[in-house]
């Protein structure tokens, strides 16, 4: 699936950059996105590395077990495969803590070990569990409290109120957030028939 | 509120690790280690779904596409003039923070159009880039049915930002 959605973007970008004559600008901006890439991961090497250091200490302080236990209850129903009190819980907990918060750079590193995680509870298998399927639909559905740099933009451009999204923003967030849910369990019942 | 939350957060890591007698320089340096690694197996991914974006951009392609979709989507009410955003959204976060950038300079930031582009960008995360990283970093190769829920996610999330744009602003 991820192997034809990429198949589709280079090749369709390709037939039609030469049906209509677009070719040299997709060269130029092809390299130029390649130094881009390079430049958007040195941006995110800093983050991602003191992140993980904070992270490590907060579980080596037992923050990160004793969250797991305090969201286990709430969390157990969308990741029944997770055995009981493990620490996993914790990471989703903190990085979903983080998506809400907007702390998008803090998020990643932390919901990279729990996948990790979900990836062990799987026999490393190099096939995405249930349970790592459900914790990326809720990452790419994430509830975001305040989306700043939305915000930011509106203020660069003279909104009157740039803060009036902020609602109806969260209400559509929220509501996507629940039928990621819904679509993920529709799926993982299809699956299993 | 922001610049309170990073070092609050910090600071109480650090502060009951030192109160558990946990050596923190080296669970902080460890840690940073284990990020390196994370790092070096996100770089190629990045790199490529970077170029695959770009090429699908550059193009022309990815504007020919949202204006096909434009007349079936303003059946369900998004405008024509956020659906190049709406396409672009779940495979690139600069592309639409840039394209959003743009329509409140055309429209002005305090036009219909303008917020309901905002509360789309606001309310969606990037899929694409999400999925690479996330499974990209612990090695996953078969991703199942991830790739489907997270745009099938960002459609609904568009569908409920037209209502919420009309109803709550």
């Known amino acids: 699936m991820v192997s034809v959605a990429f198949a589709f973007l280079i090749l369709a970008g390709f037939i039609f950059a030469a049906v209509n004559g677009t070719m040299a600008e997709v060269n130029e901006a092809l390299f130029q996105s390649m130094g881009q890439s390079i430049e958007?991961?040195?941006?995110?090497?800093?983050?991602?590395?003191?992140?993980?250091?904070?992270?490590?200490?907060?579980?080596?302080?037992?923050?990160?077990?004793?969250?797991?236990d305090t969201v286990q209850p709430l969390l157990a129903?969308?990741?029944?495969?997770?055995?009981?009190?493990?620490?996993v819980f914790g990471y989703?907990?903190?990085?979903?803590?983080a998506n809400f918060f907007g702390l998008g750079n803090a998020a990643t590193p932390i919901g990279l070990k729990a996948m990790r995680e979900l990836k062990k509870l799987n026999g490393d298998q190099d096939t995405a569990s249930r349970s790592m399927i459900t914790f990326l639909a809720l990452n790419t559905a994430a509830i975001t409290l305040i989306p700043t740099t939305v915000i930011a933009i509106g203020m660069k451009n003279g909104a009157t109120d740039p803060t009036d999204i902020i609602i109806p923003a969260l209400v559509a967030t929220?509501?996507?957030?629940?039928?990621?849910?819904?679509?993920?369990?529709?799926?993982?019942f299809r699956r299993r028939r | 509120m922001a610049v309170w939350l990073v070092p609050a957060i910090v600071a109480a890591v650090i502060g009951i690790g030192l109160f558990k007698k946990v050596n923190i320089y080296e669970t902080l340096t460890d840690g940073a280690k284990e990020g390196m690694q994370t790092w070096i197996s996100i770089v190629p991914h990045l790199v490529i779904m970077m170029a695959a974006v770009t090429i699908f951009r550059a193009s022309g392609a990815a504007g020919e596409l949202a204006s096909w979709l434009a007349p079936l989507l303003s059946l369900v009410g998004i405008p024509a003039d956020v659906v190049p955003l709406a396409l672009m959204r779940p495979i690139s976060g600069t592309a639409t923070l840039a394209m959003l950038d743009q329509i409140m300079q055309e429209h002005g930031a305090d036009s219909y159009i303008a917020k309901l582009a905002a509360i789309m960008q606001g309310s969606t995360d990037t899929t694409l880039y999400v999925l690479a990283v996330y499974f990209g970093a612990v090695g996953i190769k078969k991703t199942g049915d991830a790739l489907k829920i997270g745009?099938?996610?960002?459609?609904?999330?568009?569908l409920f930002s037209v209502l919420a744009a009309t109803w709550l602003l």
């Open chain 1, 40 to 68: 958007l991961a040195i941006s995110l090497a800093g983050i991602l590395l003191f992140w993980t250091g904070v992270m490590k200490t907060a579980e080596a302080a037992g923050l990160v077990k004793g969250l797991a």
């Open chain 1, 77 to 87: 129903r969308l990741f029944p495969e997770v055995p009981d009190g493990h620490v």
């Open chain 1, 92 to 97: 989703i907990a903190s990085n979903m803590a």
């Open chain 1, 174 to 188: 929220i509501l996507s957030f629940f039928f990621a849910i819904v679509l993920d369990r529709y799926y993982a």
């Open chain 2, 151 to 158: 745009l099938l996610a960002d459609a609904a999330a568009f």
